[in-house]
Nanobody
Framework: QVQLEESGGGLVQAGGSLRLSCATPGRRVTDYAMGWFRQAPGKEREFVAAVDWSDSITYYTDSVKGRFTISRDNARNTVYLQMNSLKPEDTAIYYC???????????????????WGQGTQVTVSS
């Protein structure tokens, strides 16, 4: 079983920034393509961003393009989601996910990911 540990969530004003981290203790993060998903109150979980195993290919949902950046530090076995220009509609629980198959493919599909973190709350006030 692969454990994913998210951190970095919190409360921020609109226009502010947060950086989420996802660590894979005891595992090489290079074994996985990694993604971030989020679930707002009353809504289904949705794709946010993903990166391939080598940090060469990234993929974003349209609503975060130009504001969010996914990256990875493979030496630290950690993946990041830098979130800038935050909006109240970004409020959600953010989940880190990893997939060990087709690691060159930063998929937006939740069903492609085998491993999930517990989530970290991000709240953006207006």
């Amino acid at each position: 079983q692969v454990q994913l540990e998210e951190s970095g969530g919190g409360l921020v004003q609109a226009g502010g920034s947060l950086r989420l981290s996802c660590a894979t203790p005891g595992r090489r993060v290079t074994d996985y393509a990694m993604g971030w998903f989020r679930q707002a109150p009353g809504k289904e979980r949705e794709f946010v961003a993903a990166v391939d195993w080598s940090d060469s290919i990234t993929y974003y949902t349209d609503s975060v393009k130009g504001r969010f950046t996914i990256s990875r530090d493979n030496a630290r076995n950690t993946v990041y989601l830098q979130m800038n220009s935050l909006k109240p509609e970004d409020t959600a629980i953010y989940y880190c996910a990893g997939k060990g198959r087709r690691t060159w493919d930063p998929s937006p599909l939740q069903s492609d990911y085998e491993y999930w973190g517990q989530g970290t709350q991000v709240t953006v006030s207006s």
